[in-house]
């Protein structure tokens, strides 16, 4: 019990951001009416995977440093939830912008950079189909994560110079910060933040567990 | 030391592209054939946008023709014979310098073929030429980076375009970005672009260096 005490809290605030997150009046704001609700759904996702994936970079260092396998299946299984939330993102994103922007999808800066995340994790998992050996495919991904994303990082820095956009916190337009979000969504904002992140490092952990049992079992029999 | 091994390397790589000219010759042909078939399908090209972007994307996909075979010519015994003698940084080095050239070349090449079919609007071209060139440095060592790694995945082809597309887009966008800018002919050179284009190059430059002697030995 005394280890699991932040799953504890992951449950608690992923529910109270459920809840409180369809009953706590929101400002009422011109375009966005009560959509602004998927605030505390849709940005928590991005907050999540670029934790997750910055876990699967520093596996993947370790991985290069140490060659012990178990980096390696941490790295994979961080990436692949980072794929999941990243989904979600998306999903979350797509059906926001459908009702404030009129569109499933839009060319915007912010939603290329998604879409850029998606396509590099998908390649990496590409690759490491590829690859039979164990060791030599965890070294070559271990590679390419670590090229693929400090390039990402780079161009999601860079990318906002490139052209205007209609996200909020790019090109002009103001971030949630500035006025639109009240004390009462910052009661829900920051708990919401702190519960996705926490229940995705859970699911991460789960599927580390799983793998390696898998492993075992592999071994065992 | 490093230096003396990348010049013996790079000597290596051009006798031996000096050797068997047809891999240089098709691929140099392949560029023109392409230009050829967007002019018969385009005739003339005036809009700016359309004009640029079209001519990256037929110098990415050549660069991509061209680079791809730089690590899987090399034969095993041949890579083994190499990595006894020379530093995993000067392999990697001079197979930057060496595609850098040759891509210097193919992009020279492409841009002639493209001002005679296609015709030329830029307006600006020493900042054009700039571009190109800079361009020619990032798509290679970039290009090169990752067909070392997928030279240990089973060499295809298709492997190459899908882990070199989505971590090529940055460098492509501010090209696109810089060209566009020579073709308008804007009196100000944007120094900010030139300045990111320099930063991007340095950065896929020094990742190689670095990550390259985990990928060479099995």
Redesign the interface.
Known sequence: MKKNWWKIIAIAFVLYTIIAGFIVPVPAQPILHETIRNLYFHVPMWFSMMTILFVSLWHSIKYLNKSNIQSDIIATQAANVGMLVGALGLVTGSVWAKYTWGAWWVADTKLNGAAITMLIYLAYFVLRGSIDEEQKRARIAAVYNIFAYVLLIVFLMILPRMSDSLHPGNGGNPGFNNYDLDSNMRMVFYPAVIGWILLTVWIFTLRVRIEKLKRKKLFND | MLSKQIKYLIIKELKLELRNKYALGGILLYVVSTVFISYLSFKKIVTPATWNALFWIILLFASINAIAKSFITETKGRLLYMYTMASPQAVIISKIIYNSLLLIVLSTLCLLAYTLFIGNIIQDLPLFLITLFMGSLGFSSLLT?VSA?AS???N?FT?MA??S???I??LL??LI?LSKNAIDGLERWDL?YLA?LM??NL??IA?SYL?FR??WR?
Do not use: E, T
């Open positions: 980076m790694i240990k995945a089973g295809n492997l899908i882990l597309f989505p971590i887009i940055p966008m501010v970005k900010n990111i930063l991007l950065i896929i990742l990550l985990y990928l099995d």
